[in-house]
């Protein structure tokens, strides 16, 4: 039985999310967007399932959020530059760090520091393939204190974090995808995928996935050992062309699940092709699973967006929890 598409979250565009309008507009003005309608995408084959739940508010755009092993999520402010903590659905959200810059993407190592991008910015953006100069800065999420962990990346947009250890980034602006080795070495221009955007990597750490946001919105695959090959994977239904798809997040079968700010909804690929799990949810930028047994736990899936909330999406939960 398929899920039904939900009525559209109110409140999207408050605050922050005009910031997002005003951006996507001039986006719009310069060319670089197709004059045709965001359209929903089908709706995927499962069960019905409740409706997505606001469980944090963080009073800030957030750009990207991650959660460690202990059940904890973190999440970059776009305006503001922080990094915020938040304990479990429900908890205030404490601000972890000062203005570092961390408007980009953030995720959790190993060893349960955290790595979060800078110079996800216009400037940066349009300047980063030729003039790297962002940083990937690593965070203490217990003490707060910040160090560089790379420099000389494009202005980062996404990060990903391979089983490996190597980190991937992109640049919204651009078209290079950079490479950070577990050993320190950078490359800003490891491959080039046309307005990359959300970027994962496969289980098996051999594929890197990259979202296409505007102009041909798509997803790629990477091959890691030989980056000079990108394929397109897949394109989004021409009706679908300014959808504007964000985020991405892979769960435990491997499948990519991509957020998107116009179409408001979450896409999940199935058999080659995109069908949404949910729908309603303008103006999202990440999506994530939670870990652990505890705080935001492992099976369930969260969406952040520009407006700043946090929420459950129970129709895109784990089968097995």
């Known amino acids: ?57 963080i009073p800030d755009w957030v750009e990207s959020m991650a959660v460690d092993k202990q059940g904890r999520m973190f999440a970059t402010a776009y305006v503001t530059g922080r990094v915020y903590r938040i304990d479990a659905p429900g908890s205030e959200p404490v601000a972890i760090t ?50 560089t962990y790379a420099s000389g990346l494009g202005g980062i947009d996404g990060v990903a974090l391979a089983p490996d250890g190597t980190v991937y980034t992109t640049t919204l602006g651009g078209r290079n995808i950079g490479r950070v080795t577990p050993d ?58 300014l959808a504007l798809p964000d985020g991405i997040t892979l769960d435990s079968a491997g499948r990519p699940l991509v957020a998107t700010h116009a179409a408001g909804q979450i896409w999940r690929v199935e058999g080659g092709k995109l069908c949404a799990v949910e729908s309603g949810m303008h103006l999202s930028t990440q999506i994530t699973y939670g870990q652990g047994g505890r705080g935001f736990s492992a099976g369930k899936l969260y969406r952040s967006g520009v407006d700043g909330k946090i929420y459950e999406v129970p129709a895109g939960a784990e089968p097995l929890g």
């Open 1 to 57: 039985m398929q899920s039904k598409v939900r009525r559209p979250l109110h409140g999207a565009l408050r605050g922050p999310g005009r910031a997002i309008a005003a951006a996507v507009g001039a986006v719009m003005a310069a060319g670089l967007l197709m004059a045709a309608p965001a359209h929903a995408a089908p709706t995927c084959d499962a069960p019905e399932a409740a409706p997505p739940t606001q469980v944090a508010h």
């Open 98 to 147: 000062g203005n570092i810059g961390a408007n980009g993407g953030v995720v959790v190592r190993e060893d349960g520091r955290l790595l979060v991008g800078t110079g996800n910015d216009l400037a940066h953006s349009l300047t980063g393939d030729f003039h790297p100069t962002s940083k990937l800065l690593l965070v203490d999420p217990e003490s707060g204190k910040v160090t």
């Open 184 to 241: 320190g070495r950078v490359d800003p221009a490891w491959a080039k995928v046309p307005q990359p955007n959300g970027v994962a990597v496969s289980p098996d750490g051999k594929q890197v996935y990259v979202i296409q946001t505007t102009v041909a919105p798509g997803l790629y695959r990477i091959p890691v050992d030989n980056p000079s090959r990108p394929e397109r994977w897949i394109s989004v239904a021409p009706s679908d062309v």
